[in-house]
């Protein structure tokens, strides 16, 4: 574990195993945290807090550009240990992290150029507002973009004084421990940066119900998000959640079948699929689908499956057997419903994949919109194409799952673009381009994907309370119960 500044072991002295997705192999024993490891790193963030709550925005903006400093320094040695423990390909993984320094760099800014608000208030006031931290807040995170979704939680807390508790996913808990190296080499006061890795049902339970929490920010699954706000809630704990999604990728016949393939492509086979804005639904006009699935099976029967540190691999393994079952679970319920298989649907033959997870990219044609694989988060290379008549229809399919998190639109017609994206309901809609992210712009979801905002101001906000304070600047004496005969008033 990661807490107070150094790394110590778990107090029950327990360890589990992080394995490689590409082989099975172990690559680390990591301590496995449980409550008591819990209580004791939220005491050490609390005292902590004293010191780092009250630092002024500009020493904390100092102190995070050394972060992102450092982090581009050693960036070579994050990228090899995030390739090793998700066996995501290596081309990914090193255009992910080169952006992470800028989420440093933007929040100190934030932080430094941050002003309050002077509200107006009736009679003889003075009246301003401050933003202060919330103080120690909880965050859990998944293994799809280890040290990413880490950094969108980590980045905004440290700017707005806050010190925290990392309980990162089971599966890949090593960049985030490892981070903490970072953030002492930059100043980062000890205390204010600790990570407890462990499960779900251990750590990560103990660290939604510790009353000590201001809030717990969590990205997971739509269930985990449920659950986790529940429990946050009976401390009224903040909650936020970046969750499921079950984005569409919605092309238009404006632009070239060549383009539309490229499209979904990109958007579906990013991470093997598991992204909560995978492209997981294609949907495309009628008058060009049948060029499109032609075109799009060829391709993507061309996917270079491989060892994910080659940096020509263009698709790595999933992340473990449980979600490789699920993509196979979906894959057989798909055909069971009728869809038609037309890419992929098993896992690759011969070597060097009889060991680890590998699957290849599936698409499902003839999909109805009213099926399980096109309903329900599969978190895999799955694809299902659905085609559409007209607009009315495609915004109708796309809005048409429980989800909000993302889609994108495809078209070169400029007031068809803006029009369509802006009745889709969902939290991040991309016009000719999909998954782009950037630490200046909102990031979340509407519907069952989620509850607040990653990313830009509003994550800033989020991670701060407001305190009003006001002034009474008249010269008048005040008596409130004195008998002078003069009607009182509030204001
Ligand atoms: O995620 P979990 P899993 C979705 C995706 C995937 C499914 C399950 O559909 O197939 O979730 O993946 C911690 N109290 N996403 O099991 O369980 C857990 O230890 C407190 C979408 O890996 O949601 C981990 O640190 N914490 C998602 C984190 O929650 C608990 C990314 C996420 O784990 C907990 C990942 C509990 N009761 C999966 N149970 C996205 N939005 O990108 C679990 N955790």
Redesign the pocket.
Known sequence: MWVDGKEVLASSGKTFSVQNPKNEEVIAQVAEGDAADVDHAVAVAQRAFQQWGQASAESRGHIMARVAEILRRRLDEFIDIEVEQTGRARREMAAQLARLPEWYDYFGALARTHEDTVPPFGGQFLNYTRRVPLGVVGH??????PLL?LTKKVAPSLAAGNTMVV?????APLTPLLLGEVMREAGVPDGVYNVVP????G???A??THPGIRKID????????K??AS?AGRNLTRFAG????KASVVTFPDISPRAVVSAVMFASFVATG????QGARLLVHRSIHDEVVNELVTRTQALRLGDPQDLKTQVGPL??E??RA?VEKYVRIGIEEGATLAAGGRRPEGAPYERGYWYLPTIFTDVRNDMRIAQE????PVVCVLPFDDEDEAVALANGTEFG?AASVWTSDVRRAHRVAHQIEAGIVWINDHHRIDPASPWGGFKM??IGRENGIAAYHDYTQIQNVIVNLSKEPFDWFSDDGEAKRYS
């Open positions: 859990i995170t998944p293994w799809n973009h979704i309980k990162p996913s089971e599966l462990g499960f779900g049902a750590a990560g339970a660290l939604t969590l990205t997971g699954g739509t269930e985990t998000g659950t986790v429990l970046e969750l499921g999604g598991q992204t909560c804005v992340i473990s449980r979600q699920v988060e599969i978190f895999g998190l994907s989620g």
